[in-house]
């Protein structure tokens, strides 16, 4: 029981003396890191408010995706949240419905469109993403739309 409750207080101490630490470095104020938010929203780039998320067991899935130059991605939805950031190249998402697009450079995040059909493509310069979805186990992370 002794050594227990002087296990327990070694890392009550040790908690309260990170704390502070971990709450510096996640505001980008400790010293030699530097935390830059980019990106914070409720709605995707088309300016439609995010529904709730499903019920269950989330999953999170993050890909990496290289499109070539002249690519076009085929017409999809995607049924979860999902956001994009352009590690190089340069992308077009353009929505099926309506015809709007929107250019994106490299360094730029995209929150996606969710139940909403539409598509990227490159021009003479490919794209590569990495596409963070936060999902449910066995929903996928788009579908094809005709």
């Given amino acids: 029981m002794r050594m227990t409750n002087q296990i327990l207080s070694i890392c009550t101490s040790v908690v309260f003396l990170t704390a502070p630490f971990f709450t ?61 950031y352009v590690l190089n190249g340069v992308l077009t998402v353009e929505k099926k419905d309506t015809g709007e697009k929107r250019l994106l450079k490299a360094g730029e995040v995209l929150p996606e469109m969710v139940d909403s059909a539409h598509r990227g493509y490159t021009g003479k310069e490919g794209v590569t993403l990495v596409v963070f979805y936060a999902g449910q186990k066995g929903i996928p992370l788009s579908k094809p739309v005709e």
Avoid at 44 to 63: A, C, N, R
């Fill in 24 to 84: 510096m470095a996640q505001s980008g104020k400790a010293p030699g890191i530097n935390v830059e938010k980019l990106l914070e929203t409720e709605k995707s780039w088309d300016g439609v408010f995010y529904k709730e998320y499903p019920e269950g067991i989330p999953q999170l899935s993050v890909l990496k995706i290289t499109v070539a130059p002249n690519t076009s991605l085929a017409w999809h939805e995607h049924p979860i949240p999902n956001a994009a």
